[in-house]
């Protein structure tokens, strides 16, 4: 079973891959891990991304999804498939991975998106505070540590990233609308998309993954 997640920052991508992952055997893998393993490996396509990436500039797509199709060719262990999470970000990947994997192993069996609000995704993001030492997450709104601006763990100061306020988040949201959602409309066309409300509490989000993808 091979999937694609997608959502906009603070959907839950990462709460709930780690327990897709878990639950059906897959490898989870984001288009960070595949870079870092190309450049640390120094294979050509690694060596192709870091003559862009120390400049500064984006690794044009066709080495990205190069890169994408070798690493999923090439896993140690494939598991009962992949959950892939980070790509396609734009069509133009999108319809270049299909043609990569069409009739093999490793073309996209479900597309998981996950959907909330503007508005959720906001206190989501703006309220995310973090525990430096233990690395334990809150929100100020939603799970407020018992002493404001304290860890319960360990009982240090919480941080917040730089870019976890408003106006970093609706650059992201455009970005993620103008790129992504034309790769969600391109999939629901295939019929593997499985709208997930997540704007609900975990206990509710999760039988409704698992349902999806066992159906």
């Keep these: ?10 959907s839950g991508k990462g709460t709930f891959s780690s327990r897709m992952k ?9 288009t960070g891990d595949i870079f870092r393993a190309n450049i640390a490996n120094e294979t050509e396509l690694g060596k192709q991304a870091k003559a862009y990436t120390e400049k500064g500039l984006l690794v044009p797509d ?19 498939g992949y959950l892939l999470d980070g790509y396609p ?5 999108a319809l270049a991975f299909e043609q990569m994997t069409k009739g093999s192993d490793l073309a996209v ?40 601006g304290v860890c319960d763990v360990d009982g240090e100061p919480l941080s917040q990233r730089k870019d976890d306020n408003e106006e970093s988040l609706k650059t992201r949201l455009d970005e ?25 509490d975990v206990n509710e989000i999760w039988p409704s993954i698992v349902e999806a993808l066992k159906n």
Excluded: W
Aim: net charge neutral; hydrophobic share 35%.
């Design 1 to 10: 079973m091979n999937i694609f997640i997608m959502g906009a920052p603070g």
């Design 89 to 93: 970000r734009t069509l133009d990947q």
């Design 62 to 80: 066709e080495i990205t999804n190069k890169m994408v199709a070798d690493y999923l060719k090439n896993l140690k262990d494939p598991k009962n």
């Design 22 to 30: 878990d639950e059906f055997n897959l490898n989870h893998i984001s």
């Design 109 to 148: 069996d479900h597309v998981i998106v996950m959907d909330v609000p503007f508005d959720v995704l906001t206190k989501r993001i703006t309220g995310r505070r973090t525990c430096k030492k233990c690395g334990a997450i809150y929100n100020i709104y939603t799970t407020p540590p018992k002493q404001e």
């Design 176 to 200: 993620y609308a103008k790129n992504t959602e034309p790769v969600i409309a391109y999939y629901e066309k295939e019929g593997i998309v499985h709208h997930i409300d997540a704007n609900r």
